[in-house]
């Protein structure tokens, strides 16, 4: 069994910071990639960072060189700082691991959210 654990969400004024962590644990052969999704309320989910095990990032044009993500591979953790931040980016950020588990099943798994709120 494979769990996410994200931490570091909360309240932040505009133009502050914030970092948020999440952390893979279980059954875990090896992370192809993780990132960050977030949830505003009456949208989709959407892509906001995400980072391969080689360290090749993507970034949503929105968060493009305000948010910044990074991983630690030994310890299955990813990070994202996030600074300048604007009031839309208010939503539920969720920890995401694409991976093969130790007995080699492919998957798609996701943490429960933290939630992400910039005050005007």
């Known amino acids: 069994q494979v769990q996410l654990v994200e931490s570091g969400g909360g309240l932040v004024q505009a133009g502050g910071s914030l970092r948020l962590s999440c952390a893979a644990s279980?059954?875990?052969?090896?992370?192809?990639?993780m990132g960050w999704y977030r949830q505003a309320p009456g949208k989709q989910r959407e892509l906001v960072a995400s980072?391969?095990?080689?360290?090749?990032?993507n970034y949503a044009d929105s968060v493009q060189g305000r948010f910044n993500i990074s991983r630690h591979n030994a310890e299955n953790a990813v990070y994202l700082q996030m600074n300048k931040q604007k009031p839309e980016d208010t939503a539920v950020y969720y920890c995401?691991?694409?991976?093969?588990?130790?007995?080699?099943?492919?998957?798609?798994?996701w943490g429960r959210g933290t939630q992400v709120t910039v005050s005007s």
């Open positions: 980072m391969t095990s080689g360290h090749s990032t």
């Open positions: 995401s691991a694409r991976l093969y588990t130790a007995v080699g099943d492919w998957g798609n798994y």
């Open positions: 279980g059954s875990i052969l090896s992370i192809v990639d």
